[in-house]
């Protein structure tokens, strides 16, 4: 009864490297999210989509290229890994727009680039 | 946009005595005002919210308080208990339009026993 659920849960990759983390929801939400934490803590928003439309993309590294091939599913692709990628990527999901709603986050990802 | 601070970033408090964590925002449409909780090496979820047509929410030991003319809202754990302690996150959003959420920086609770 996972309500959000990414794949894998640990990644550990050499430096250049590609990767993909997947998402999926079973909330019936129509907005998915990618949320970064470094070391610090800080929860930074990356992207989000509204039925499969990206709607908010941070300043991020076009290294970095979200897919939504359907509302329930919100994949995150990185190329050419850096040292400095190394961070929990959360997955999340909420029923409409994030700003009034409550957020649901995934297990995280934790990536380690080295 | 949006810019939510919180302080203090690390609590330590004896178990039994109370918490309290302070979060300020800068845009004033911001109408919902979550709190989630992240204990070490799991997900951040949520413990409480707050819209902004009420000005204090309780749910046992956990309380959070709005001051909309200040642009402050603040979260109350009274008799805390190991199992407190944890990261927790303020946020600020705005309404059905608004699709971000911005967080606080967090704080860091460690309860002593």
Redesign the interface.
């Known amino acids: 009864d996972t309500a959000v659920s990414q794949t894998p849960k640990y990644l550990v990759t050499q430096m250049g490297n590609d990767k993909s983390i997947k998402c999926e929801q079973n909330l019936g939400h129509d907005?998915m999210y990618w949320y970064k934490q470094d070391s610090?803590?800080?929860?930074k928003?990356m992207f989000?989509y509204?039925n499969k439309e990206l709607?908010?993309n941070e300043t991020v590294p076009n290294r970095f290229s979200p897919k939504s091939p359907d509302k329930a599913h919100l994949n995150l692709h990185i190329n050419s890994l850096e040292l400095g990628d190394s961070a929990v990527y959360?997955c999340a999901s909420s029923q409409?727009?994030?700003?009034?709603?409550?957020?649901?986050?995934?297990?995280?990802s934790w990536l380690t680039v080295v | 946009g949006e810019n939510v601070e919180q302080h203090p970033s690390t609590l330590s408090v004896q178990e039994g005595d109370s918490a309290v964590i302070k979060c300020t925002y800068s845009d004033s449409a911001?109408?919902?005002f979550?709190w989630y909780k992240?204990e070490l090496g799991?997900?951040?979820?949520?413990i409480i919210?707050i819209r902004s047509n009420v000005g204090e929410k309780k749910d046992q030991r956990i309380a959070v308080t709005l001051n909309k003319t200040a642009k402050h809202f603040s979260l109350h754990i009274t008799e805390t208990q190991p199992e407190d302690s944890a990261?927790y996150?303020c946020a600020a959003?705005?309404?059905?339009?608004?699709?971000?959420?911005s967080?606080g920086?967090?704080t860091?609770v460690t309860v002593r026993a």
Request: no cysteine; net charge positive.
């Open positions: 907005t610090k803590k800080f929860l928003i989000s509204n709607i908010i959360f409409m727009g994030g700003g009034g709603n409550t957020i649901y986050f995934g297990e995280g | 911001s109408n919902y979550p992240q799991k997900r951040p979820q949520l919210d990261v996150f959003g705005g309404g059905y339009n608004d699709y971000k959420l967080f920086a967090g860091t």
